[in-house]
């Protein structure tokens, strides 16, 4: 089993629909979530960082995580053409620096 | 956060050839890391990187085959060597955030082997 496990898609959702992207995960010493964003052919570009539970909000994104379910989710509210890209759950233990585990990412495609 | 630029950005290699990549930083950074982005697999880390001292390779990734030096605070280079068709793949250094485990990262090298 993955320590991080992530659906791939693709997933194709309307301009303005509410997207809910998400991550289980295996590891109960992470303390560390963030989500990635990674347009083609770019570097993955950091979204939202949280530590331990509960949301956290920017703007059209929410960040979500529930530590008793191992589970967390990102959610685009009304989501953008510009907002089509691969977006990736990351996570890490806390402790000085810890390695990052990646998920594989799920490409979303928003159609005008 | 900070700017970060790899050269190349893409390029196709004969087997048993390597190549050098090279990663430069617009700010002075401690750890600087070196990752794997291989087709339906997550980020892999290969090696971390910090100036001053060795590389610190992860398992399953062995200094002879990614050489990787670092010889100041905004600039270091990954090397793959005698390449095969297998090590096709997206190569990218990252550097630290200013907050624990925040990473940022370069555009990504393209990697093609022949």
């Known amino acids: 089993q993955k320590e991080v496990e992530q659906d791939p898609g693709p997933l194709s959702v309307p301009e303005g629909a509410i997207v809910s992207l998400n991550c289980t995960y295996s590891n109960s010493a992470f303390q560390y979530f963030m989500w990635y964003r990674q347009y083609s052919r770019k570097g993955p570009e950091l979204l939202m960082y949280t530590y331990s539970s509960g949301n956290k909000e920017d703007g059209r994104f929410t960040a979500q995580v529930d530590k008793s379910s191992k589970y967390i989710s990102l959610f685009i509210r009304d989501s953008q053409p510009s907002d089509s890209a691969t977006y990736l759950c990351?996570?890490?233990?806390?402790?000085?620096?810890?390695?990052?585990?990646f998920g594989i990412g799920t490409k979303l495609q928003v159609i005008p | 956060s900070a700017v970060i630029s790899q050269k190349p950005s893409r390029d196709i290699c004969q087997r048993g050839t390597s190549l050098t990549i090279q990663c430069q930083v617009d700010?002075?950074?401690?750890?600087m890391f070196w990752y794997r982005q291989q087709p339906g697999q997550s980020l892999t880390l290969i090696a971390t990187?910090?100036?001053?001292?060795?590389?610190?390779?992860e398992s399953g990734f062995v200094i002879d085959k990614f050489p990787i030096s670092r010889p100041n605070l905004t600039f270091s280079t990954l090397t793959v060597s005698n390449m095969s068709p297998e090590d096709s793949s997206i190569y990218l250094c990252?550097?630290?955030?200013?907050?624990?485990?925040?990473?940022?990262f370069g555009p990504g090298t393209r990697l093609t082997v022949l």
């Open positions: 990187a910090n100036q001053g001292s060795e590389a610190t390779y």
């Open positions: 990252s550097v630290e955030g200013t907050s624990d485990n925040e990473q940022f």
């Open positions: 700010s002075q950074v401690t750890m």
């Open positions: 990351a996570m890490s233990r806390a402790g000085g620096y810890q390695k990052v585990t």
